[in-house]
């Protein structure tokens, strides 16, 4: 019976003496590794200095300095992952312990597979399972704790319209067990799975989360959020609220890259609409005309499918905006704008997408900013309402909501691929504030993300015109016009529908900028 210790990426085969990243052997020397299934094996317990020596230099004498120069080289191999550098503890005085991710010890023998449950097929949208999260604390009564966190967890995904979530009484028959995460994505079904661990001391609390792709054991998300242990159950909100935030852009971009390996005859409509994606969001002509023949035959397959419909309608806003204003493209934005509202009710990404087009491009707020409004309702730690949202108040001159809702976008997902819009939205909004520093640079952080995007451009240089940076606001201006040579800040007002407190002071930057009026 050989034992293998599986933790993040890493899978510690003591009988070879060897650490795996992946299926990929690490340089390490065989002290380092004997260390290593001492720490991980105290599953969190502190490990004294003699003990761990004894471990890695049987019946030797020798100085205690050697032992930091081996854990230093176990941290630089685990520093290249998310937090990795602190996943050894040192005890000053004491020794050190392991306070990495859940270790799951397996056993490579037919007996434990014959244990296993037969393998369940994943369903057709990605799936998911949040497994029980290891109580560290060494106290049992903290297992409520670490329990109403996953059920917490477990009921925000499931609020994401396109994730299948598996329910918590058939993830937690796995409790108090170390299994892979191989073998529950095959018994369970489910093509991701998240565990993570719960550690109180003191008056602090410190939950690690990760999120593994059952298949690959890659991991794909990892974070740990510190926290002093006031108000339990507002601590359990803040910490699910920024779990689920922070995974559901961690999904998307997994299934994007999924999909990119599926031969173009086997794709479905969920599938199209993945490929059309990133085309869509950096939000200009080339990328918008890639993606509406995906979305059309998406939507040829599923007349109904209100994501779909969000996404066509950006991508004639775009066209609308950014390809000489043409009224067909207009109303088609709207068309398929209302049609994502109206078929996605309970698809808080769907709404976003239509409600932030019937804002911009048919100037019905109430409608739109209702719509946003049941998005956050459903999921309230949706990004994309956050972010769409952030912008459509900014245009509609509702200043100090933009900024609160951008930064609680940035906030929830700070590396989501759509954070641009966050900052563009800070711009809009400080601008018309009159905070033209605060607008400069919010606008210059979305045009470093997104070069390629024109508007920040735009929004850099009316901001630096107002500060009186002209020659800095021409440069910036000549950017945008190389990006969008139909720009004209009249036409763009009113395509945009900007209240006269926003479009007076800004088409005056522009025009001191060298734009067109």
Not at 406 to 415: D, K, M, T, V, W
Request: hydrophobic share 45%.
């Amino acid at each position: 019976m050989t034992a293998i210790y599986a933790f993040g990426p890493f899978h510690l085969d003591v009988a070879a003496g060897i650490l795996f990243r992946g299926a990929e052997p690490v340089a390490l020397g065989h002290r380092a590794v004997a260390l290593l299934q001492v720490l991980v094996e105290g599953g969190g317990t502190p490990i004294s200095k003699d003990r761990l020596i004894e471990s890695a230099w049987p019946g030797l004498a020798i100085e205690e300095s050697n032992l930091p120069v081996q854990i230093a080289a176990l941290r630089r191999v685990f520093a290249e992952e998310s937090g990795g550098d602190s996943w050894i503890e040192t005890l000053p005085r004491r020794g050190y312990r392991y306070v990495g991710p859940v270790v799951v010890k397996e056993q490579e023998n037919q007996g434990a597979a014959d244990n296993e449950q037969p393998a369940l097929a994943p369903p057709d949208k990605p799936s998911l399972a949040v497994m029980p999260f290891t109580n560290m604390s060494g106290d049992p009564e903290q297992e409520y704790f670490a329990d109403g966190m996953v059920e917490d967890i477990i009921t925000g995904l499931s609020r994401i319209k396109w994730l299948f979530v598996i329910a918590r009484n058939s993830s937690f028959i796995y409790k108090g067990q170390a299994v892979s995460v191989g073998r529950v994505g095959r018994e369970l079904g489910v093509r991701y799975v998240l565990e993570g661990s719960v550690r109180k001391a003191g008056g602090r609390v410190r939950v690690s989360g990760q999120l593994i792709e059952a298949e690959t054991s890659v991991h794909l998300w990892a974070d740990r959020y510190d926290r002093p242990l006031h108000d339990v159950f507002a601590l359990q909100d803040e910490i699910t609220l920024s779990v689920v935030g922070a995974i559901e852009p961690s999904l998307r971009e997994a299934e994007i890259e999924r999909v990119k390996r599926k031969r173009p005859e086997n794709l479905d409509a969920y599938d199209l609409v993945l490929r059309a994606l990133p085309h869509v969001l950096p939000r200009m002509p080339p990328g918008a005309a890639k993606a509406m023949p995906l979305l059309e035959r998406a939507l040829a397959i599923e007349a109904d499918y209100a994501t779909a419909h969000g996404l066509l309608a950006s991508c004639h806003n775009i066209l609308f905006r950014l390809r000489g204003f043409d009224k067909e493209n207009h109303d088609a934005a709207i068309r398929h704008a209302r049609a994502a509202v109206a078929y996605g009710r309970d698809d808080a990404t769907a709404l976003a997408l239509g409600a932030f087009v019937i804002s911009i491009t048919e100037h019905d707020h109430a409608t739109a900013f209702d719509a946003l409004e049941q998005a956050l309702a459903i999921s309230p730690s949706s990004s994309f309402a956050l972010i769409f949202g952030s912008a459509a108040l900014a245009y509609a001159g509702e200043a100090e909501r933009a900024i609160d809702w951008a930064e609680r976008g940035l906030r929830i997902s700070p590396f989501d691929r759509m954070s641009y819009l966050s900052y563009h939205a800070l711009a809009v909004a400080h601008f018309m504030r009159g905070r033209y520093d605060q607008a400069a640079h919010a606008a210059r952080h979305a045009a470093q993300l997104v070069p390629s995007v024109s508007i920040p451009h735009g929004l850099l240089a009316a901001s630096l015109a107002k500060l009186g940076r002209i020659e800095e606001a021409r440069t910036a201006a000549l950017r945008l016009l190389a990006l969008d040579p139909f720009f004209s800040a009249g036409k763009v007002c009113a395509a945009l529908g900007l209240p006269p407190a926003l479009a007076e002071p800004i088409t005056d930057a522009w025009t001191k900028a060298g734009l067109p009026p």
